[in-house]
């Protein structure tokens, strides 16, 4: 299981069907950013900093998976903590700031996929996960895991290709990133039941499209 | 239960979310009908799969990279913008005058002090682009990115809207006056498009090229800086203008 970013503390463990992950969170009262956003809207550049490393990672992930090239994810990342500077202004605390910051990278990667040819996507995305660069402490480390490791993330990589990306959005920041419905729905302006419908059409083609890779 | 029905149901089951009567049909089904179970074991190892993978980690530079061109001026928010950002919500509403009187009394130190007006540049004709969307328009919008579906060319998919706006936006922090004299003459609704297009050019050279306009000797030089901006705004974070 891959590891989950954890949005403050005071959680509590819902027990619900057989996907229902360990980590389902519900929302908190407490902002665990907040303290930094107050420090860095009182001109502490380096609370911003911290927000940045505090965020970089959930931002690089969501942007490559969702525009399968590193160069294109990292441009997408710095465009939008930049973007989160100038408009970390319009923050009115009525939602997580991760929402917030979420919210700018999706639309990051949106803009992005815009002036992408799916081409271009694609074979940059199937290239760079070929020549794999450091991934998550979770990943095997004896040579033919480490090998077959990358095999199936590119397998999956390209899999996800096949998921529209107005499907693959919610799908991604759901079952990937672990936000829960109504975070979701607010980040994407959209109501809980369409993202529930989106996500369950976004896994029934991704299933249909790995098993088309292991035939 | 119908296959259909159940298949319709799947997901809510694998969630939880099924009221518990439910449940049990479709547990009921499911215990007799194959092609229905192995439908949803499949489903719980693709979300298994998934759910397994992880990273790439961020290239290691990132956030110095991003800092870096913070401090170099990108980046930077509104004046207006940023004097709110630091004033605590709830006093907001009494600074709100004040500052906006600030705001215009630096907007006209800058116009007394524009440079002069280089030669007109020539604007070449369009094709009309979409207004800008919400996320969740442009979710609507976007088209599948089926391998097995005709992937289009480069070109095709690769539309010149967004390369031919940059270079547009380049020309106009040139020339902010020639953008204007382009505008003058063009409805509101194909002004907004214009100005839309290159807010979706999505970088700092918007905020740039709205002061520019804001401080040029046109009447409505102002109102359009402050539309262009509200796209950009609006684009970058998702929210309606």
Redesign the interface.
């Known amino acids: 299981?891959?590891?989950r970013q954890r949005r403050g503390v005071g959680h509590e463990l819902v027990?619900?069907?057989?996907?229902?992950?360990a980590d389902a969170w519900r929302e908190h009262d407490r902002d665990p950013d907040l303290e930094l956003v107050r420090r860095w809207?009182?001109?502490d550049?380096q609370s911003?900093?911290a927000l940045?490393?505090r965020h970089?990672?959930r931002?690089?992930?969501l942007l490559?998976?969702m525009l399968g090239s590193?160069e294109e994810a990292?441009d997408a990342?710095?465009?939008t903590?930049?973007?989160?500077?100038?408009?970390?202004?319009?923050f009115r605390g009525d939602a997580l700031f991760s929402t917030f910051v979420y919210?700018?990278a999706?639309?990051a990667a949106?803009?992005r996929?815009?002036?992408?040819?799916?081409?271009?996507a694609?074979e940059a995305g199937l290239a760079n996960e070929q020549a794999?660069?450091?991934?998550?402490p979770?990943?095997p480390r004896d040579p033919e895991s480490a090998a077959s490791g990358a095999e199936?993330?590119a397998r999956?990589q390209?899999a996800l290709?096949?998921?529209?990306?107005?499907l693959?959005?919610p799908?991604l920041l759901y079952?990937?990133e672990g936000l829960p419905y109504p975070e979701i729905a607010k980040?994407?302006?959209?109501p809980e039941g369409t993202v529930?419908?989106r996500?369950?059409r976004a896994?029934?083609i991704?299933?249909d499209?790995?098993?088309g890779e292991s035939r | 239960m119908t296959h259909g029905e159940v298949r319709a149901d799947l997901g809510d089951y694998l969630e939880g979310d099924l009221p518990l009567e439910r449940r049990a049909l479709v547990d009921a089904h499911l215990d007799g009908c194959a092609e229905c179970a192995q439908r949803m074991r499949s489903l719980r190892s693709t979300v298994d799969t998934l759910r397994a993978l992880d990273g790439p980690e961020p290239p290691a530079g990132l956030s110095a990279a991003v800092l870096a061109r913070i401090e170099a001026g990108e980046g930077r928010p509104g004046a207006l913008a940023s004097l709110l950002g630091r004033i605590p919500w709830e006093l907001r509403g009494r600074l709100a005058a004040p500052a906006l009187a600030f705001a215009a009394a630096a907007v006209l130190l800058v116009w007394l002090y524009r440079p002069a007006a280089p030669p007109e540049l020539a604007w070449v004709e369009r094709p009309p682009l979409p207004s800008r969307q919400s996320v969740q328009e442009a979710i609507a919008r976007e088209e599948s990115f089926g391998a097995s579906a005709d992937p289009g060319t480069p070109a095709e998919d690769a539309p010149a809207g967004p390369r031919v706006a940059s270079a547009d936006l380049d020309a106009a922090l040139r020339d902010p006056a020639s953008l204007l004299r382009a505008l003058a003459p063009l409805s509101p609704a194909e002004r907004q498009e214009r100005l839309a297009a290159l807010a979706r050019a999505g970088d700092a050279r918007v905020p740039a090229l709205a002061d520019a306009l804001a401080a040029q000797d046109a009447p409505d030089a102002k109102s359009l800086a402050e539309t262009l901006l509200r796209l950009y705004d609006a684009r970058s974070t998702g929210e309606r203008p």
């Open positions: 299981m891959s590891d027990e619900r069907g057989p996907l229902a992950r809207r009182a001109g550049v911003f900093a940045i490393r970089e990672r931002v690089y992930r490559f998976r590193r990292e990342a710095q465009e903590f930049l973007n989160l500077h100038r408009h970390g202004h319009r919210r700018i999706a639309n949106l803009n996929r815009r002036s992408l040819g799916r081409r271009r694609h794999a660069g450091p991934m998550a979770s990943a199936d993330r999956v390209r290709q096949d998921v529209a990306p107005k693959r959005l799908l079952d990937l980040l994407l302006d959209l529930k419908s996500i369950h896994r029934e991704l299933r499209a790995l098993s």
